[in-house]
């Protein structure tokens, strides 16, 4: 018997959370709803889910330091849910670490679909060296490995999200290539994302402040297209 993925659905509005495990246990979906932002602490722990919808406005803990102690412990994906459409939220949400952001009131169809989307995007290699050859970069004082998503800066491990490491990873393994956003977000989120190129922007900027230009390498922008993994 194939094991159910995991969803947590923390949302103080207990109709909403209902409506939205109906959806997903329709999906063949395990879920566990939790309504505050400390209970989704406690849950997390216990439930150990394979992804977390996380509503914003939560009583306590509001769903920011939600994503903030969480995403400090784990890679573990996360959609925020949030009436708040502005983009400060959106790109806010983003830098926290989120790997999605769903505006409400959403479709059901499209709620689903980007829990899909997310899953898929998140699989852990499975791989050996003795199965696969190793997907690795390597520059000075610079290792990108996808094939167990580490980055070595400086001879220091880094902690970064998966989708941080493929984006790193995807520009490196191409130097001085140019990739425009869409390109991007069609390699590194898939075609079916239905975010736009905020969240590329989002993710480089995160990146830069986590892995300095270097003299012999860096990621530059290229204006009015996109970036590249500049080689000097």
């Known amino acids: 018997m194939v094991n159910k993925q995991k969803i947590l659905i923390v949302d103080d509005d207990v109709n909403i959370a209902e409506l939205i495990s109906l959806y997903l246990t329709k999906e063949c979906f395990d879920t566990y709803l939790v309504h505050d932002g400390e209970e989704a602490l406690d849950c997390f722990k216990q439930y150990q889910p394979n992804l977390i919808l996380l509503d914003l406005m939560l009583p306590g803990i509001d769903g920011y330091q939600v994503c903030r ?3 400090a412990k784990s890679t573990v994906p996360i959609i925020m849910l949030s009436a708040k459409g502005e983009i400060f ?3 806010l949400g983003l830098e926290l670490g989120a790997d999605d952001y769903i505006i409400k009131p959403f479709d059901s169809k499209e709620l689903v679909a980007r ?4 899953l898929r995007r998140y699989q852990p290699n499975k791989s050996t060296p003795s199965s696969h050859a190793a997907k690795l970069v390597e520059y000075p004082d ?3 490995n996808q094939t167990n998503y580490s980055v070595i ?3 220091n491990v880094v902690d970064m999200p998966p989708k941080e490491l493929e984006l790193l990873y995807f520009l490196a393994s191409s130097p001085n290539q140019v990739f425009t956003r869409e390109q991007l977000l069609d390699h590194i989120w898939g075609y079916e994302y239905i975010g ?3 969240t590329v922007d989002v993710h480089i900027k995160r990146l830069r402040e986590k892995i300095k230009d270097h003299h012999d390498w860096s990621i530059s922008t290229v204006w ?6 500049e080689v000097k």
Do not use: P, S
């Open 142 to 144: 610079l290792i990108v």
């Open 69 to 71: 102690e969480i995403r």
């Open 224 to 229: 009015g297209i996109g970036y590249k993994f």
């Open 153 to 155: 800066y400086f001879g």
């Open 89 to 91: 939220d959106t790109v």
């Open 196 to 198: 736009d190129t905020r």
């Open 115 to 118: 829990v899909k989307a997310v």
